[in-house]
């Protein structure tokens, strides 16, 4: 089988594949170094705001030490020959890093803007669709409805791997680098939005409003088991789950064309299920995906400039 054969129609645009850049002796891709630089800006804000933050030299022991366990994983992939247990480091210490940055992003979300802005948020709705749409949806409340939404919302936490696999196992190593590199581009930048924009939620802002109870099945039980275990105030503007799932769509579409068509159901569910389950507001909803269009149609630029100093480096070191 040919090199061009073996990768899918988009391989082709320049600068998709970002290169390895030698730090320290570690080759790290551009995903690593925007997870790596994610990880010390935040050590950096938790020592410069300690007697504003609750337990900052301890979140910052935390991050130095994912910081290491991420860069053994990085060195670990380099002696790594099974292609399943490649895509399992690679995948699990990617995705990990992602999940525990958004953790340690909820300790920093006050600390330049000192209340949450609901309020601001609620207004713009009011003012533009002349109502509150996320109690609006309260009028389409019905069991199975609330099931297939918490469904959507739900599958989400299987769909992220589950991308990746489909991606690195049809495409290979490039393009499951492709694939990580933009949810790491949208992780990021809503981890900073959190923080800009630091907005509490519908539920935890205003829990007295809703007035319809969502009753279902197994993943409406699954749906509240999340909220009341993994979620807390904020992590609401741009909408995560909604600028995600458009990296996971688009990229369904990129490399395996069947997976996009078959998630297109759910991903738009997913889009409605943000609003409808009382996780975020339709601005929270719509700006996420806005990001993960821009994410999208601007990572090429970035990949292409990390390109460019990766080459000057490697003209620099065999000179």
């Not at 790596?36 to 979140?59: C, D, E, S």
């Not at 049809?170 to 809503?190: I, P, T």
């Not at 990229?251 to 996780?279: D, E, G, H």
Request: charged share 15%; net charge positive.
């Amino acid at each position: 089988m040919s090199v061009r054969s073996a990768r899918p129609r988009g391989s082709e645009i320049a600068g998709l594949f970002g290169r390895k850049i030698s730090f320290f002796g570690f080759g790290l891709q551009i995903t690593d170094a925007l997870l790596l630089g994610g990880l010390a800006v935040q050590i950096v804000l938790f020592i410069l705001f300690n007697r504003r933050i609750n337990q900052p030299l301890l979140y910052a022991a935390k991050n130095a030490a994912l910081a290491g366990a991420y860069l053994l994983a990085v060195f670990l992939l380099t002696k790594v020959r099974s292609r399943v247990l490649y895509f399992i480091l690679r995948t699990a210490s990617v995705q990990l890093a992602f999940a525990y940055l958004y953790e340690a992003t909820h300790s920093l979300q006050l600390l330049f803007v000192g209340a949450w802005q609901d309020r601001t948020v609620l207004a713009a709705e009011q003012a533009v669709f002349g109502l509150q749409p996320t109690l609006w949806l309260e009028r389409f409340i019905s069991a199975p409805l609330t099931e297939w939404m918490m469904f959507s919302y739900v599958i989400y936490l299987a769909v992220y791997p589950g991308v990746a696999a489909f991606v690195f196992f049809k495409h290979g190593e490039r393009a499951l680098e492709d694939y990580l590199f933009a949810l790491a581009f949208v992780n990021l930048a809503c981890d900073l939005g959190f923080i800009l924009f630091p907005v509490a939620g519908p539920v935890f802002y205003m829990p007295e409003a809703y007035t319809v109870p969502q009753t279902g099945g197994l993943f409406t039980y699954l749906g509240y088991f999340i909220r009341a275990h993994a979620h807390e105030a904020g992590g609401s503007i741009p909408s995560p789950h909604c600028s995600v799932a458009t990296i996971m769509w688009v990229m369904s579409y990129r490399y395996v064309r069947w997976l996009f068509w078959l998630l297109a159901p759910v991903i738009l569910s997913l889009y409605v299920s943000t609003v409808y389950c009382r996780y975020h507001y339709i601005t929270d909803s719509i700006a996420g995906i806005l990001l993960g269009i821009i994410v999208i149609l601007a990572g090429p630029s970035i990949v292409r400039a990390w390109n460019r100093r990766a080459e000057r480096r490697g003209r620099k070191g065999v000179a």
